[in-house]
Nanobody, 127 residues
Framework: VQLVESGGGSVQAGGSLRLSCAAS????????MGWFLQTPGKEREGVAS????????YYADSVKGRFTISTDVAKNTMYLEMNSLKPEDTGTYYC??????????????????????WGRGTQVTVS
């Protein structure tokens, strides 16, 4: 199982980025996958998650209306479209997957413990 993030970079406040998470070793359909943000000095926080196949999505309050999680099952890839970026969105974004259950834990997914597989992250800097 491998998760590889890409698409990070530096952008001015108000700008947009699209992150990608290419999955290999498993099919994304039927699993919960998510995006997490790690900022130095802060705890990792859940940004968005999706139960792929049904399409149920969850978002952190801080990104609702600005970020959109999506997937391309044919490409076995998950995306995070980030618009109206703010400096507080700066950090390393990680892709994560849960291969042992078949839904996202609606009340606790953002804590990250549901997810057993993680990518190495991609850096986003908003200035």
């Amino acid at each position: 199982v491998q998760l590889v993030e890409s698409g990070g970079g530096s952008v001015q406040a108000g700008g947009s980025l699209r992150l990608s998470c290419a999955a290999s070793g498993f099919a994304v359909r039927g699993h919960c996958m998510g995006w997490f943000l790690q900022t130095p000095g802060k705890e990792r926080e859940g940004v968005a998650s999706m139960y792929i196949g049904i399409g149920t999505t969850y978002y952190a309050d801080s990104v609702k209306g600005r970020f959109t999680i999506s997937t391309d099952v044919a490409k076995n890839t998950m995306y995070l479209e980030m618009n109206s970026l703010k400096p507080e969105d700066t950090g390393t974004y990680y892709c994560a997957a849960d291969l042992s259950t078949y839904h996202c834990f609606s009340h606790s997914w953002s804590q990250g413990e549901q997810f057993g597989y993680w990518g190495r992250g991609t850096q986003v800097t908003v200035s």
